[in-house]
């Protein structure tokens, strides 16, 4: 592996120094720039001019966006309406950027909203949280949290409350995770991590920190108080409107777990040339490290696929997790809700990961409504992983050979 910066691309990739990660990241500034205000327009222009090596070059772009997999992402949410609504789908292991769809109910011309990074993250953060917990206090998902009141609520004398009653609750860390359980993660924050340990994972998920992508997204943002006590059990539990993200980070989170702990950084555009045809640059995968080992990044996959499986997206999954054709295919995910007020709105979540033994694909949808809900974001997020995954099991049962006896 060779670093830059904190960022890495692999051997097999054939980058031979650390100067090609640098030209590498430089090229996608220069992209990102160029592109700017068509992808935030939702647009994907085959030619553009391109400041290129001091020079105004005129170019032709080829995208990594799967033709399938975008008109189903467009399709899903013109079809819910929701009042605003993104879905944002890469390959987990490259960063590949696989469909990028947005909207919005009341304006077809509304700006591309996964870019913004203006969506509370909600209980999404307990991916974060749950990963400090796994891989820095030794956590296990078996682990046994006590706590007092309500599962949904977050009451400062419950959470700071450590006595134990009769009306005292306990629960493993994977059904804490799986429902969503509010002061079940303060309680763990309180009881196993350190403020130091929150901020530092949540700049290895790349909050507080500009992703260097090939278009442009913005900042997401992670504050985590000093000190122990009710305000590092919100941010814990994900109970606060302050720490943001948007779709594009999302997917990040989900691919990071999906692949092993290593964050990859997301790529819009796989080739550029010059109109005459010659090779101006190919996007290669980059990826922000290791943010967690191996066996940690196994042992979150088990809280996320509890989630899907008899969590907060249960409901939404069962079609998929019932379906027989994919018992061969790992799914995991991660709800959230806040309100929010960027768009204002009831913001709902779901960020995933689907993996079989040759493939992995991370997806964040979001739904934010003023008043009712048409369609869970978590129905959007197994939508696409059936369309994804439906195809390479269709034609896995087409190669088998079945035979009979009489």
């Known amino acids: 592996m060779y670093s830059l910066l904190g960022f890495t691309a692999s051997e097999s990739q054939e980058v031979p120094s650390n100067r090609k990660i640098q030209t590498q990241l430089d090229q996608r500034t220069l992209i990102a720039k160029a592109l700017g205000e068509n992808v935030r327009s939702n647009k994907l222009p085959e030619k553009i001019q391109l400041d290129w090596d001091g020079d105004k070059k005129d170019v032709s772009l080829k995208y990594t966006i799967d033709e399938n997999l975008q008109k189903e992402a467009d399709r899903l949410l013109k079809s819910y309406r929701p009042d605003y609504g993104a879905i944002f789908m890469i390959d987990a292991m490259t960063g590949e950027v696989l469909a ?39 956590v296990t998902p078996e682990h046994k949290i006590r706590y007092n009141g309500g599962a949904y609520t977050l009451y400062k004398k419950n959470v700071l409350s450590d006595k134990v009653t009769r009306w005292t ?13 509010n002061t079940a993660f303060g309680r763990l924050s309180i009881e196993n991590l350190h403020p130091a340990d929150l901020n530092d994972y949540a700049n290895r998920f790349m909050f507080n920190q500009e992703i260097p992508a090939d278009f442009p997204v913005e900042m997401g943002v992670a504050y985590v108080p ?77 809280l996320m696929e509890r989630t899907v499986v008899a969590g907060t997206s249960r409901r939404s999954f069962r079609p998929i997790t019932k379906d027989r054709k994919f018992r061969e295919i790992e799914m995991g995910g991660k709800t959230g809700h806040l309100t929010g007020d960027n768009p204002r709105g009831r913001v709902d979540w779901f960020v995933g990961y689907a993996l079989d033994d040759e493939r992995k694909i991370a997806v964040a949808a979001i739904t934010v409504n003023k008043k009712f809900w048409t369609v869970k974001s978590a129905h959007l997020g197994q939508s696409m992983f059936r369309k994804y995954f439906g195809p390479v099991i269709a034609n896995q049962s087409k190669g088998r050979v079945i035979s009979s006896t009489k």
Not at 105 to 131: E, G, I, Y
């Open 169 to 181: 609750h306990e629960i493993t860390l994977k059904d804490a995770f799986a429902r969503s359980i």
């Open 100 to 138: 990028m769809s947005s909207y919005q109910r009341d304006n077809p011309q509304a700006p591309n909203l996964n870019l913004q990074a203006t969506f509370p993250a909600a209980s999404v953060f307990k991916v974060v949280t749950a990963t400090a917990a796994v891989d820095k206090a030794g």
């Open 226 to 302: 000093p000190g122990k006590g009710f305000e590092m059990a919100e941010v814990a539990s994900g109970y606060n409107k302050t720490n943001r993200m948007s779709p594009v980070q999302g997917a990040m989170i989900a691919a990071s777990v999906a692949n092993d702990g290593k964050v990859v950084v997301p790529y819009l555009v796989d080739e550029v040339k010059g109109l005459e045809g010659e090779a101006l640059y190919t996007g290669s995968t980059l990826t922000n490290g290791e943010i967690m080992s191996k066996e940690s990044a196994a042992k979150v996959r088990e």
